[in-house]
């Protein structure tokens, strides 16, 4: 790649971004609020590398997925090793699994981890070439129970973070018994209709059948919904285990819809798979009403309306999915592992919460903010910053600032409750006027006893 000019030099890679700190806000708050309710529910933390083995996913997503045929970020290293930027976390979670012998460790092993994603896919709404994905993972459990228990996760994380109303779909893709009827049925329908579908999916039809379902193009979404469904051809046993997790969602009151048409576009899922997605209307609506009535007849300019029509026009963006994966570990490993987990998109969760208006953060107003007048004043300043933050105040400051008016301003709109003034003055007597912002009063303490002073004063107000 040849850079054209500087301004090209100075912009992020196509499809990644800054975080910039205002956003970072909603992206910590998200990921406290899933690792707060992830720790409670017996989920323990754990970080692998950005970068794997490129075979490891070759192996485990197979060749004819999406992500391995044509959206990895693969590289040589220097010392000829072929690797890739991780393009999902699942995967690498059964790696450390075998590698740490985790088989060893009580059962299941309920893990949760946080971190950038890599796809070469193409740039859109939703759609990031490295995005942040938040995920737990439950391995060497069988049942059914644990699958909603991912879901349930999940639905609590949205719904403590202000979501709601959001619904969870949920399919099940049998197991390789009865899939395989299935797949003989599917093939024969979408022969039937191989001159109206995509020509991804042409080939897919003869790579990978299952993933024809997944077709995001609008053609192949028309011709799914005559498909065969997995259902019909579920055994008993898988059956019994769509049961059981329909069960236990009910139990937990989670919103869930069965989406018959429902697969994941990787090879190793079995049985239960989800997507949760947010529903558009229910916390929009009030807000749409909002924004109709504060337009005071002044008209959409183009991009607006643009914008709006692809929002219109868009898919509906999952902000959640995952499910089932009990023969992932028989193609990595010597053992069998049974498994389920699933990822919360963290950049869908960010824009969504943003466009409800939903803030997941406080942003606490500090207690006191320093004003100084001066270079004496600055340092007699700083040392007391240093005193107030240990004693856990929440101090602010403009150091940069000399213009006392400014530094008023500045500690009003933080929302400051009081204000330490040290002027050229007060640095030289060793005092410090007390303002109180609400009232304005003030009053002049030494330097020395005015954390005790303030003190007293938070805790008669
Ligand atoms: P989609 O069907 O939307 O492509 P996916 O099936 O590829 O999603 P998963 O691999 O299951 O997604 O990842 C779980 C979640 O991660 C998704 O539900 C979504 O919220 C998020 N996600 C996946 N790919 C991207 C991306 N390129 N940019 C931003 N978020 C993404
Ligand atoms: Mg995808």
Sequence with gaps: MKIKNKKELLQTPKGMRDILPHDLLYWKAVETKAEDIARSYGFKPIRTPHVEKAELFGLTLGETSDIVEKQMYAFKTRGGDALV??????????????????????????????????????????????????????????????????????????????????????????DKECRGEFRKELVAYYRRKVNSI?????????????????????????????????????????????????????????????????????????????????????????????????????????????????????????????????YLAEVMGDRKVPGVGGALGLDRIVDELKERKIVPFKEKAPAVFLVQIGAQAKRKSLVLFEQLRKSRFGVAQSFSRDNLRTQLDLANKLGAAYALIIGQKEALDGTVIVRDMGSGTQESVYQKKVLDHLKKKMKNS
């Excluded at 699994?97 to 309920?110: K, L």
């Excluded at 859109?124 to 228990?149: H, P």
């Excluded at 005071?296 to 999952?318: D, R, W």
């Design 85 to 174: 930027l991780r393009p999902e976390g699942t995967v690498p979670m059964m790696r450390a699994y075998f590698e740490h012998g985790m088989h060893t460790w009580p059962q299941p092993v309920m893990l949760y981890y946080s971190g950038s994603f890599f796809r070469h896919e193409n740039p859109q709404r939703g759609r990031w070439r490295e995005f942040g994905q938040f995920g737990v993972e439950i391995m060497g459990e069988e049942s059914g129970l644990s699958d909603a228990y991912i879901i349930h996760v999940f639905a609590l994380i949205l719904q403590e973070l202000g979501f709601k109303k959001f619904t969870v779909h949920v399919n099940t893709l049998g």
């Design 198 to 326: 995509c020509r991804d999916c042409k080939r897919r039809l003869k790579e990978n059948p299952l993933r024809l379902l997944d077709c995001k193009n609008p053609m192949c979404v028309e011709v799914r919904a005559d498909a065969p469904q997995m259902m019909s051809y579920a055994c008993l046993s898988c059956r019994a285990h769509f049961k059981l997790v329909l069960e236990f969602l009910d139990d937990f009151e989670i919103p869930y819809k069965i989406a018959p048409h429902l697969v994941r576009g990787l090879d190793y899922y079995s049985r239960t798979v989800f997507e949760i997605f947010a529903d558009a209307d229910a916390d929009t609506k009030k807000e749409k009403a909002d924004d109709a009535s504060t337009e005071t007849g002044g008209e959409k300019t183009e991009p607006q309306k643009e914008k709006e029509k692809e929002k219109e026009n868009a898919a509906p963006i999952a902000l959640a999915a995952g499910g089932r994966y009990d």
